[in-house]
Protein backbone atom coordinates (compact mmCIF):
# COMPACT_ATOMS: atom_id res chain seq x y z
CA UNK A 1 0.00 0.00 0.00
CA UNK A 2 1.58 3.39 -1.00
CA UNK A 3 0.10 5.94 1.25
CA UNK A 4 -0.90 9.51 0.94
CA UNK A 5 1.50 11.79 2.00
CA UNK A 6 0.78 15.36 3.90
CA UNK A 7 2.90 18.77 1.92
CA UNK A 8 4.75 17.87 5.44
CA UNK A 9 5.21 14.00 4.66
CA UNK A 10 6.33 14.77 1.07
CA UNK A 11 9.15 17.33 2.57
CA UNK A 12 10.50 14.72 4.65
CA UNK A 13 10.66 11.47 2.18
CA UNK A 14 12.07 13.80 -0.62
CA UNK A 15 15.37 12.98 -2.02
CA UNK A 16 17.57 15.24 -0.34
CA UNK A 17 21.08 16.13 -0.05
CA UNK A 18 21.72 14.73 3.64
CA UNK A 19 19.47 11.34 2.56
CA UNK A 20 22.10 10.61 -0.18
CA UNK A 21 25.19 11.44 2.07
CA UNK A 22 23.84 9.42 4.76
CA UNK A 23 22.61 6.31 2.63
CA UNK A 24 26.28 6.33 0.97
CA UNK A 25 27.81 6.30 4.54
CA UNK A 26 25.60 3.82 6.22
CA UNK A 27 26.64 1.02 2.72
CA UNK A 28 30.25 2.07 3.24
CA UNK A 29 30.70 1.57 6.56
CA UNK A 30 28.30 -1.76 6.92
CA UNK A 31 30.81 -3.38 4.88
CA UNK A 32 28.07 -4.88 2.32
CA UNK A 33 29.94 -2.87 -0.66
CA UNK A 34 33.48 -2.68 -1.55
CA UNK A 35 33.06 1.18 -1.13
CA UNK A 36 36.48 3.77 -0.62
CA UNK A 37 34.59 6.50 2.18
CA UNK A 38 35.60 9.74 1.59
CA UNK A 39 32.07 10.83 2.08
CA UNK A 40 30.08 11.19 5.27
CA UNK A 41 31.23 13.10 8.75
CA UNK A 42 31.89 9.64 10.38
CA UNK A 43 34.62 10.02 13.20
CA UNK A 44 38.07 7.82 12.26
CA UNK A 45 38.58 5.22 14.70
CA UNK A 46 41.35 6.65 17.45
CA UNK A 47 43.13 3.52 18.77
CA UNK A 48 43.18 5.29 22.14
CA UNK A 49 40.29 7.36 22.24
CA UNK A 50 38.58 3.98 21.34
CA UNK A 51 40.20 2.70 24.68
CA UNK A 52 38.94 5.85 27.06
CA UNK A 53 34.95 4.72 25.99
CA UNK A 54 36.09 1.14 26.27
CA UNK A 55 37.25 1.93 30.19
CA UNK A 56 34.07 4.14 30.49
CA UNK A 57 31.87 1.09 30.18
CA UNK A 58 33.91 -1.51 31.85
CA UNK A 59 33.16 1.01 34.75
CA UNK A 60 29.59 1.56 33.99
CA UNK A 61 29.63 -2.39 33.66
CA UNK A 62 31.45 -3.15 37.41
CA UNK A 63 29.39 -0.37 39.19
CA UNK A 64 26.56 -1.90 41.38
CA UNK A 65 23.27 -1.15 39.13
CA UNK A 66 25.14 1.51 36.85
CA UNK A 67 24.36 -0.56 33.70
CA UNK A 68 20.47 -1.32 34.58
CA UNK A 69 20.08 2.26 35.63
CA UNK A 70 21.60 3.58 32.12
CA UNK A 71 19.76 1.75 30.03
CA UNK A 72 16.37 0.65 32.00
CA UNK A 73 15.27 4.56 33.26
CA UNK A 74 14.76 7.53 31.28
CA UNK A 75 16.00 10.49 31.75
CA UNK A 76 14.03 13.80 32.27
CA UNK A 77 13.59 15.78 28.80
CA UNK A 78 16.25 18.33 29.19
CA UNK A 79 18.91 15.30 29.79
CA UNK A 80 20.50 13.47 32.27
CA UNK A 81 21.38 16.27 35.39
CA UNK A 82 24.44 14.82 36.39
CA UNK A 83 26.24 15.10 32.80
CA UNK A 84 24.35 18.83 33.31
CA UNK A 85 26.13 20.03 36.03
CA UNK A 86 29.20 18.00 35.24
CA UNK A 87 29.11 20.22 31.70
CA UNK A 88 28.12 23.42 33.46
CA UNK A 89 31.10 23.16 35.96
CA UNK A 90 33.66 22.64 33.24
CA UNK A 91 32.42 25.29 31.44
CA UNK A 92 32.51 27.76 34.27
CA UNK A 93 35.53 26.32 35.63
CA UNK A 94 37.92 26.34 32.48
CA UNK A 95 36.08 29.38 30.20
CA UNK A 96 34.13 31.66 33.15
CA UNK A 97 30.91 31.72 31.26
CA UNK A 98 28.96 31.82 34.73
CA UNK A 99 26.01 29.70 33.06
CA UNK A 100 23.46 27.31 35.05
CA UNK A 101 21.78 23.87 34.48
CA UNK A 102 18.86 25.99 33.25
CA UNK A 103 20.97 26.89 30.11
CA UNK A 104 21.57 23.13 29.00
CA UNK A 105 19.39 21.02 26.84
CA UNK A 106 20.57 18.15 25.54
CA UNK A 107 19.11 16.69 22.80
CA UNK A 108 18.89 13.50 20.31
CA UNK A 109 22.19 14.38 18.10
CA UNK A 110 22.66 17.97 17.31
CA UNK A 111 21.12 17.17 14.04
CA UNK A 112 18.19 16.85 16.12
CA UNK A 113 18.39 20.18 17.85
CA UNK A 114 19.04 22.56 14.83
CA UNK A 115 15.67 20.89 13.48
CA UNK A 116 14.17 22.26 16.32
CA UNK A 117 16.07 25.62 16.87
CA UNK A 118 15.50 26.49 12.92
CA UNK A 119 11.99 25.74 13.01
CA UNK A 120 11.00 27.64 16.48
CA UNK A 121 13.03 30.88 15.54
CA UNK A 122 12.42 30.81 11.85
CA UNK A 123 9.81 30.44 9.67
CA UNK A 124 5.97 31.91 9.95
CA UNK A 125 5.29 33.80 12.96
CA UNK A 126 1.69 33.83 14.32
CA UNK A 127 1.45 37.44 13.03
CA UNK A 128 2.10 36.42 9.52
CA UNK A 129 5.84 37.75 9.19
CA UNK A 130 8.37 34.71 8.06
CA UNK A 131 11.45 35.04 9.30
CA UNK A 132 14.69 33.50 7.95
CA UNK A 133 17.95 32.13 9.14
CA UNK A 134 21.16 34.24 7.99
CA UNK A 135 24.20 32.11 6.98
CA UNK A 136 26.61 34.88 6.58
CA UNK A 137 29.51 32.15 5.01
CA UNK A 138 28.25 29.99 2.68
CA UNK A 139 29.15 27.46 1.73
CA UNK A 140 27.59 25.73 4.95
CA UNK A 141 26.68 23.02 6.33
CA UNK A 142 24.66 20.09 3.87
CA UNK A 143 22.66 18.80 6.94
CA UNK A 144 20.83 22.56 7.35
CA UNK A 145 19.17 22.83 3.83
CA UNK A 146 16.26 20.69 4.09
CA UNK A 147 15.41 21.15 7.97
CA UNK A 148 13.00 24.39 7.63
CA UNK A 149 9.14 22.73 8.33
CA UNK A 150 7.73 25.83 5.86
CA UNK A 151 8.60 27.47 3.00
CA UNK A 152 12.52 28.10 2.72
CA UNK A 153 13.97 28.94 6.26
CA UNK A 154 17.59 30.18 4.66
CA UNK A 155 18.98 33.18 3.57
CA UNK A 156 23.36 32.64 2.65
CA UNK A 157 25.75 35.69 1.54
CA UNK A 158 28.89 34.36 -0.76
CA UNK A 159 32.13 34.55 0.91
CA UNK A 160 35.27 36.83 -0.30
CA UNK A 161 37.98 35.36 -1.33
CA UNK A 162 41.95 35.13 -0.41
CA UNK A 163 44.05 33.18 -2.82
CA UNK A 164 47.34 32.03 -0.63
CA UNK A 165 48.89 30.51 -3.42
CA UNK A 166 48.11 28.94 -6.60
CA UNK A 167 46.46 26.05 -5.27
CA UNK A 168 45.22 27.23 -2.04
CA UNK A 169 42.80 29.65 -0.89
CA UNK A 170 39.79 30.73 2.23
CA UNK A 171 36.80 32.19 2.15
CA UNK A 172 35.66 35.32 4.32
CA UNK A 173 32.91 36.88 5.57
CA UNK A 174 32.19 39.56 3.79
CA UNK A 175 30.45 41.75 6.16
CA UNK A 176 29.89 44.56 3.67
CA UNK A 177 27.10 41.94 2.02
CA UNK A 178 25.30 41.04 4.89
CA UNK A 179 22.62 43.01 4.31
CA UNK A 180 20.66 42.00 7.79
CA UNK A 181 16.55 42.58 6.61
CA UNK A 182 13.92 42.62 9.10
CA UNK A 183 13.13 39.23 8.25
CA UNK A 184 16.39 37.67 9.79
CA UNK A 185 15.35 36.15 13.07
CA UNK A 186 18.76 34.49 13.69
CA UNK A 187 22.34 34.19 12.35
CA UNK A 188 24.19 30.47 12.42
CA UNK A 189 27.55 29.75 11.48
CA UNK A 190 29.85 26.50 11.74
CA UNK A 191 33.14 26.11 13.15
CA UNK A 192 35.17 24.52 12.14
CA UNK A 193 32.52 25.23 8.58
CA UNK A 194 31.58 22.20 7.28
CA UNK A 195 32.15 21.92 4.27
CA UNK A 196 35.60 23.55 3.64
CA UNK A 197 37.29 23.43 7.04
CA UNK A 198 37.44 27.22 7.45
CA UNK A 199 37.66 28.56 10.93
CA UNK A 200 36.36 31.82 11.23
CA UNK A 201 38.73 34.41 12.99
CA UNK A 202 37.54 35.81 16.45
CA UNK A 203 37.39 39.24 15.22
CA UNK A 204 34.58 37.58 12.78
CA UNK A 205 32.42 36.03 15.41
CA UNK A 206 33.13 39.18 17.51
CA UNK A 207 31.34 41.28 14.36
CA UNK A 208 28.75 38.59 13.97
CA UNK A 209 27.97 38.37 18.25
CA UNK A 210 27.68 42.57 18.34
CA UNK A 211 25.71 42.68 15.03
CA UNK A 212 23.07 39.85 16.07
CA UNK A 213 23.61 42.18 19.90
CA UNK A 214 22.17 45.34 18.00
CA UNK A 215 19.72 43.71 16.13
CA UNK A 216 18.36 41.23 19.19
CA UNK A 217 18.58 38.00 17.59
CA UNK A 218 20.28 34.97 18.51
CA UNK A 219 23.91 33.99 17.03
CA UNK A 220 24.05 29.72 16.51
CA UNK A 221 27.61 28.30 16.86
CA UNK A 222 27.94 25.13 15.59
CA UNK A 223 30.67 23.14 17.65
CA UNK A 224 30.15 20.19 16.23
CA UNK A 225 34.30 19.82 15.07
CA UNK A 226 35.19 22.64 17.18
CA UNK A 227 36.07 23.91 20.76
CA UNK A 228 36.10 23.00 23.68
CA UNK A 229 35.34 19.23 22.78
CA UNK A 230 35.93 17.48 20.51
CA UNK A 231 38.95 19.98 19.58
CA UNK A 232 39.26 19.01 15.77
CA UNK A 233 40.64 22.87 15.49
CA UNK A 234 44.36 23.57 13.81
CA UNK A 235 44.38 26.95 15.54
CA UNK A 236 44.04 27.91 18.91
CA UNK A 237 40.35 29.39 19.31
CA UNK A 238 39.01 29.63 22.60
CA UNK A 239 34.81 29.01 22.91
CA UNK A 240 33.22 32.12 23.67
CA UNK A 241 29.42 32.82 25.41
CA UNK A 242 27.43 35.73 25.66
CA UNK A 243 23.58 35.66 26.74
CA UNK A 244 22.36 36.10 23.21
CA UNK A 245 24.98 33.22 21.78
CA UNK A 246 23.35 29.79 20.69
CA UNK A 247 26.33 26.82 21.34
CA UNK A 248 25.63 23.93 19.96
CA UNK A 249 28.67 20.56 20.71
CA UNK A 250 28.25 17.06 20.06
CA UNK A 251 29.71 13.71 21.79
CA UNK A 252 30.03 12.54 17.74
CA UNK A 253 33.20 13.65 16.94
CA UNK A 254 35.11 12.74 19.67
CA UNK A 255 34.37 9.13 18.19
CA UNK A 256 30.75 7.86 19.75
CA UNK A 257 28.16 9.28 17.02
CA UNK A 258 26.10 5.96 17.86
CA UNK A 259 25.08 7.67 21.36
CA UNK A 260 23.57 10.33 19.36
CA UNK A 261 24.30 13.44 21.87
CA UNK A 262 23.54 16.72 21.15
CA UNK A 263 24.31 19.66 23.74
CA UNK A 264 22.89 23.24 23.74
CA UNK A 265 23.80 26.20 25.54
CA UNK A 266 21.76 29.00 25.32
CA UNK A 267 19.27 31.27 27.20
CA UNK A 268 16.99 29.41 29.68
CA UNK A 269 14.04 30.13 27.60
CA UNK A 270 15.53 28.53 24.43
CA UNK A 271 17.08 25.19 26.42
CA UNK A 272 13.64 25.15 28.16
CA UNK A 273 11.66 24.76 24.95
CA UNK A 274 14.38 22.40 23.27
CA UNK A 275 13.30 20.24 26.68
CA UNK A 276 9.74 20.59 25.76
CA UNK A 277 10.36 19.68 21.88
CA UNK A 278 12.33 16.64 23.60
CA UNK A 279 9.30 15.89 25.48
CA UNK A 280 6.63 15.86 22.69
CA UNK A 281 9.03 14.41 19.63
CA UNK A 282 11.29 11.89 21.30
CA UNK A 283 10.48 11.35 25.44
CA UNK A 284 13.97 11.83 26.57
CA UNK A 285 17.53 11.76 25.48
CA UNK A 286 19.93 9.01 25.14
CA UNK A 287 21.92 8.23 28.71
CA UNK A 288 25.04 6.64 27.26
CA UNK A 289 27.01 8.73 25.84
CA UNK A 290 26.38 11.39 28.72
CA UNK A 291 27.00 8.95 31.45
CA UNK A 292 30.56 7.98 29.49
CA UNK A 293 31.35 11.88 29.00
CA UNK A 294 30.42 12.87 32.46
CA UNK A 295 33.49 11.73 34.17
CA UNK A 296 35.90 13.25 31.54
CA UNK A 297 34.05 16.44 32.01
CA UNK A 298 34.26 16.52 35.92
CA UNK A 299 38.37 16.14 35.89
CA UNK A 300 38.78 18.02 32.39
CA UNK A 301 40.07 14.58 31.23
CA UNK A 302 37.78 15.83 27.85
CA UNK A 303 40.24 18.23 27.20
CA UNK A 304 43.09 15.52 27.21
CA UNK A 305 41.91 13.41 24.97
CA UNK A 306 40.84 16.48 22.76
CA UNK A 307 43.89 18.27 22.48
CA UNK A 308 46.36 15.52 23.14
CA UNK A 309 44.65 12.60 20.67
CA UNK A 310 42.11 13.77 18.72
CA UNK A 311 43.55 17.35 17.37
CA UNK A 312 47.07 15.58 16.56
CA UNK A 313 45.20 12.69 14.61
CA UNK A 314 43.50 15.19 12.32
CA UNK A 315 45.88 17.74 11.99
CA UNK A 316 48.65 14.95 10.68
CA UNK A 317 45.61 13.33 8.50
CA UNK A 318 44.85 16.71 6.93
CA UNK A 319 48.29 17.42 6.26
CA UNK A 320 48.97 13.98 4.43
CA UNK A 321 46.13 14.18 2.29
CA UNK A 322 46.48 17.31 1.12
CA UNK A 323 50.00 16.47 0.59
CA UNK A 324 48.70 13.08 -1.50
CA UNK A 325 45.84 15.16 -3.84
CA UNK A 326 48.29 17.81 -4.53
CA UNK A 327 50.80 15.05 -5.41
CA UNK A 328 48.27 13.18 -7.75
CA UNK A 329 46.43 16.54 -9.60
CA UNK A 330 48.49 18.06 -12.21
CA UNK A 331 50.09 21.30 -11.45
CA UNK A 332 49.03 23.00 -14.49
CA UNK A 333 44.92 22.58 -13.79
CA UNK A 334 43.41 25.47 -12.05
CA UNK A 335 42.30 23.64 -8.93
CA UNK A 336 42.26 24.89 -5.61
CA UNK A 337 42.01 23.68 -1.62
CA UNK A 338 40.57 25.93 0.91
CA UNK A 339 42.90 26.23 3.76
CA UNK A 340 43.28 23.79 6.01
CA UNK A 341 41.86 25.13 9.54
CA UNK A 342 39.69 22.38 11.38
CA UNK A 343 37.01 19.22 11.08
CA UNK A 344 38.01 16.30 8.78
CA UNK A 345 37.78 17.61 5.27
CA UNK A 346 39.20 18.90 1.94
CA UNK A 347 37.21 21.11 -0.26
CA UNK A 348 38.38 20.65 -3.46
CA UNK A 349 37.38 23.64 -6.24
CA UNK A 350 37.80 22.92 -9.75
CA UNK A 351 37.73 26.16 -11.48
CA UNK A 352 36.37 26.44 -14.59
CA UNK A 353 35.33 23.00 -14.57
CA UNK A 354 33.76 21.28 -17.89
CA UNK A 355 31.51 19.18 -16.05
CA UNK A 356 29.35 19.19 -12.73
CA UNK A 357 30.34 18.72 -9.14
CA UNK A 358 27.40 15.99 -9.27
CA UNK A 359 28.61 14.43 -12.40
CA UNK A 360 31.74 13.67 -10.60
CA UNK A 361 30.38 12.40 -8.25
CA UNK A 362 28.94 9.69 -10.06
CA UNK A 363 31.73 8.92 -11.96
CA UNK A 364 33.52 8.52 -8.66
CA UNK A 365 30.85 6.13 -7.28
CA UNK A 366 31.06 3.81 -10.50
CA UNK A 367 34.36 3.52 -9.64
CA UNK A 368 33.93 2.91 -5.98
CA UNK A 369 34.87 6.36 -4.78
CA UNK A 370 32.47 7.95 -2.16
CA UNK A 371 32.46 12.26 -2.08
CA UNK A 372 29.88 14.31 -1.77
CA UNK A 373 29.07 16.78 -3.96
CA UNK A 374 29.43 20.46 -3.69
CA UNK A 375 26.38 21.93 -5.03
CA UNK A 376 24.25 20.65 -1.61
CA UNK A 377 25.95 22.87 0.07
CA UNK A 378 25.58 26.15 -1.37
CA UNK A 379 21.73 26.91 -0.51
CA UNK A 380 19.88 29.99 0.42
CA UNK A 381 21.72 32.06 -2.26
CA UNK A 382 20.30 34.45 -5.17
CA UNK A 383 21.86 33.87 -8.77
CA UNK A 384 24.29 31.47 -10.25
CA UNK A 385 27.03 30.81 -8.19
CA UNK A 386 29.93 28.92 -10.55
CA UNK A 387 31.35 27.25 -7.74
CA UNK A 388 27.97 25.61 -6.41
CA UNK A 389 28.58 23.16 -9.19
CA UNK A 390 33.03 22.59 -9.51
CA UNK A 391 33.73 21.83 -5.56
CA UNK A 392 33.44 18.49 -4.19
CA UNK A 393 34.08 17.82 -0.28
CA UNK A 394 36.63 14.81 0.57
CA UNK A 395 36.27 13.01 4.07
CA UNK A 396 40.24 12.77 5.19
CA UNK A 397 39.42 10.12 8.36
CA UNK A 398 39.56 6.96 7.11
CA UNK A 399 42.81 4.72 6.93
CA UNK A 400 45.53 5.73 4.71
CA UNK A 401 45.09 2.95 2.74
CA UNK A 402 41.64 4.00 1.62
CA UNK A 403 42.19 7.63 1.77
CA UNK A 404 45.57 7.39 -0.66
CA UNK A 405 43.70 5.03 -3.14
CA UNK A 406 40.58 7.52 -2.74
CA UNK A 407 42.99 10.65 -3.71
CA UNK A 408 44.36 8.86 -6.70
CA UNK A 409 41.59 8.04 -8.23
CA UNK A 410 39.59 11.50 -8.14
CA UNK A 411 42.68 13.17 -9.28
CA UNK A 412 42.49 10.92 -12.60
CA UNK A 413 38.77 11.76 -12.91
CA UNK A 414 39.63 15.33 -12.00
CA UNK A 415 42.12 15.08 -14.96
CA UNK A 416 39.14 13.38 -17.18
CA UNK A 417 36.89 16.10 -16.07
CA UNK A 418 39.43 18.70 -17.65
CA UNK A 419 40.43 17.09 -20.26
CA UNK A 420 36.70 17.20 -21.60
CA UNK A 421 37.10 21.18 -22.04
Not at 14 to 40: F, H, N, P, R, Y
Not at 43 to 70: K, L
Not at 83 to 98: H, K, P, Q, S
Not at 366 to 372: K, L, N
Amino acid sequence: MKPRLSKLGEKLCASTGILELMDDLGVAMSGTEKLLMLGGGNPAGIAEVQAVWREGMQEIMSEEGGFDQVLGNYDTPQGRPEFIRALVDFLNRNYGWNIGPENVAITNGSQSAFFYLFNMLAGEFSDGTMGRILLPLAPEYIGYADQGLVGSLFTARKPSLEFIDKHTFKYHIDFDALDLSEEITAICVSRPTNPTGNVLTNQEVDRLSAIAKERGIPLMIDNAYGAPFPGILFRDIEPVWEEHHIISLSLSKLGLPGTRTGIIIAAPEIAKALSSANAVASLANGNLGQELVAPLLRDDRILDVSQRLIRPFYEQKAGQARAWLMAELDDDLPYCLHVTEGAMFLWLWCRDFPITSKELYRRLKARGVIVVSGHYFFYGMDGDEPQRNECIRINHSQSDEVVREGLRIIAEEVARGYGEA
